[in-house]
């Protein structure tokens, strides 16, 4: 059964630091990995998606890299900002495929002014 | 990125009422989920839907769910008698090249 965790819980971080959000995964054989966004009360946006034959995946100030290998995920967020303070959750396909995904807990991301 | 549109956003209920949320796919896709988020832990999969039938359903789907498409567009998942412990936000989702699409999700309240 595919187990995803993440690393830290929280974080909170002053305006402008790079930082690195972790995602951990038990069965290394996923088709792809997936990083969303969900704001307090709201539903999960879609920030990046990266295919398990790449390594990294970049939307803007957004790097998200993948290691089947050692079953992780990182998600870096440069020069942070204000509105980027949200909870930040990872899935992968429970079964490999393209399929029911199973997600982590989140990291619930402050980033003061 | 398409959207998928979920109805209502909010939902307040007694317990052992029925509930219907709605749910308006991607056009023309085939795979819909339904998950749930109770408050302050993982966002759980209910269900999946392919080709008008369960394709597959976790244990949490029980005799008191159920999920139609009963007009080719909309997407229903029903709770026949709700139970304090159904209060969640509920997400219908579509996966498609781009990864899944989740909707803005119903939160429902069970009171």
């Known amino acids: 059964k595919q187990e995803v965790t993440q690393i830290p819980a929280a974080l909170s971080v002053p305006e402008g630091e790079n930082l690195v959000l972790n995602c951990s995964f038990t069965?290394?054989?996923?088709?792809?990995l997936q990083w969303f966004r969900q704001d307090p009360g709201k539903g999960l946006t879609s920030l990046l998606l990266i295919q398990s034959s790449q390594r990294e995946q970049t939307s803007g100030r957004l790097n998200a890299s993948l290691d089947k290998s050692s079953g992780r995920s990182t998600l870096y967020i440069a020069a942070s900002q204000p509105g980027d303070s949200a909870t930040y959750l990872c899935?992968?396909?429970?079964?490999?495929?393209?399929?029911?995904?199973?997600f982590g807990k989140g990291t619930n991301l402050t980033v003061k002014p | 990125e398409p959207e998928v549109t979920q109805t209502p956003s909010h939902q307040v209920t007694q317990m052992g009422q029925e509930v219907i949320l709605r749910c308006v796919p991607i056009s023309n896709h085939l795979y819909f989920y339904w998950y749930r988020q109770i408050l302050g832990q993982k966002v759980e999969f209910l269900v999946s839907f392919y080709n008008n039938e369960i394709s597959e359903k976790s244990e949490i789907f029980d005799d008191q769910f159920s999920v139609e498409r009963p007009d080719g567009s909309n997407f229903t998942l029903k709770i026949r008698s709700t139970k304090l412990e159904d209060s969640a936000m509920y997400f219908c989702a579509t996966p498609g090249g781009w990864g899944y699409t989740f909707g803005s999700g119903t939160r429902l309240t069970v009171v």
């Open positions: 899935a992968v396909p429970t079964q490999g495929g393209c399929e029911k995904l199973g």
């Open positions: 069965d290394s054989a996923i088709y792809n």
